[in-house]
């Protein structure tokens, strides 16, 4: 089952595993980007507010159970068009959930007690999100982009249905090859990729959370 990935000929030229690699990563990371850039915001304003939870979430959660396939095709009709815009419109529908929903938790989870000291200080609502409920959500805020990369590097596969490239093309021209090494290493592949995704965010993690709240994690 290995033969396929130790060939070296298969890990040389634009069609290779390591060009593919690269554009699988592109995939995830552009679609990562996109689902913060929405979810993020307003999982922080819910959860400082309090304001819009309920429709947020469940917004967020009918999302989530969405089928990717299907929201690709969905995407692909209403874009009138086969490439990256649909994919990425189905990636970060599966994205924005959990980013959301774990930012929302971390910051209503702050105790109330401290957001009052802060308060009581002198803090603005602004300072207050800054200096003191992000902070204290960060490890809530970094499993839901944890969570999210997991869910869209594997699901970035659907991209080779629409012609484009990635790891998915060795499990789709693989099956229709009955190329079952060719399918192995794909899989393979992509599972290692997100094996090494979930490392880096759990560094990042160690360095951007405080030593204090690890502990109590």
């Known amino acids: 089952m290995f033969e396929y990935l130790f060939d070296s000929f298969n890990w040389s030229g634009p069609e290779g595993i390591g060009a593919r690699i690269i554009q699988h990563i592109w995939y995830t990371l552009a679609a990562l980007g996109l689902s913060a850039v929405i979810a993020l915001p307003v999982g922080l304003y819910i959860g400082h507010t309090r304001r819009g939870a ?10 989530r159970a969405l089928p990717s396939l299907g929201l690709l095709m969905l995407a692909v009709l209403l874009t009138d068009q086969i490439g990256f815009l649909p994919v990425l419109i189905a990636l970060v529908a599966l994205g924005i959930p959990p980013i959301l929903t774990s930012t929302y938790a971390g910051l209503s989870g702050v105790d109330a ?17 800054t200096k003191v409920e992000i902070p204290i959500a960060m490890p809530l805020i970094i499993s839901g982009l944890r969570g999210a ?10 991209a080779a249905l629409v012609s ?8 789709v021209d693989g099956l229709k090859l009955r190329d079952f090494p060719q399918m192995f290493a794909g899989a393979l592949l ?3 990729l997100a094996i090494l995704l979930d490392l880096l965010f759990a ?6 959370v405080s030593p204090g709240l690890r502990r109590n994690a």
Do not use: K
Not at 113 to 129: C, N, S
Not at 149 to 158: E, K, P, R, Y
């Open 54 to 63: 309920f429709l947020a979430i469940n917004l967020g959660n009918a999302a």
């Open 113 to 129: 007690a401290t957001v009052d000291a802060a308060r009581g200080m002198g803090m603005t609502g602004r300072e207050i999100l």
């Open 149 to 158: 990369t997991l869910q869209i590097v594997s699901t970035a596969t659907i």
């Open 164 to 171: 484009l490239g990635g790891l998915g093309r060795y499990v």
């Open 190 to 192: 992509v599972a290692l």
């Open 203 to 208: 560094l990042a993690g160690r360095i951007t």
